[in-house]
């Protein structure tokens, strides 16, 4: 376990970070700036991180374990049967609480304000689909792993970037999202074991 210095260090970097993608792309922010505006020298910023692409690696990394971490308690809690529809419900309302919980940072994703971003994020989030779907077989899918991850990460994204955009609340994206993901597990997108 990381000592709180270094825990409270990093956690000012990243909210640092995030103060700036509000003004600025994140292809305009130097290391410099966020060490600056972040009252820390380079060598703590460059003690933690190689630079701020890794920053940017950390904090996706620290998103999908919270991600993982709600998935799981979701499925403790109300899919002790492994329904294989209810993970995937489960597996929605996981990324919609990763996304509100730090909606700060994931209001800068998209692909017009910062193309690096969202094409990193959407990797991630990809890949994670894509071992999901190999290690959960109950809904096999009609089209490949990735075709599939790849399906479900641009519409499930896009959809909840349009929801934020155009003004919803955050119960009226859930149950948007929800039901158009419902409508789709119950399409032949999937064959059911």
Known sequence: MEDKRIIKTKKNIKATLIDMLSEM?????????????????RITFYTHYEDKYALVAEMYNDYLKEAYDIYHNLQE?????????????????????????NINFFAHTSAEENPYLF????????????????RHPGL???????QTAAFLCNGLFGVINTCVHEGMKEREVREVTEDIYAIMLDSKLFSKK
């Open 25 to 41: 792309p994140f292809e305009k922010v130097s290391v410099a700036d966020l060490c600056r505006r972040g009252e820390i020298s």
């Open 77 to 101: 809690a109300n899919n002790e049967k492994h329904d294989s529809v209810a993970e995937y419900m489960n597996l929605l309302k996981c990324v919609l609480d990763m996304f509100y919980n």
């Open 119 to 134: 094409t990193n994020f959407y990797n991630y989030v990809l890949k994670s689909v894509e071992e999901y779907i190999f």
């Open 140 to 146: 096999e899918p009609k089209y490949s792993p990735k």
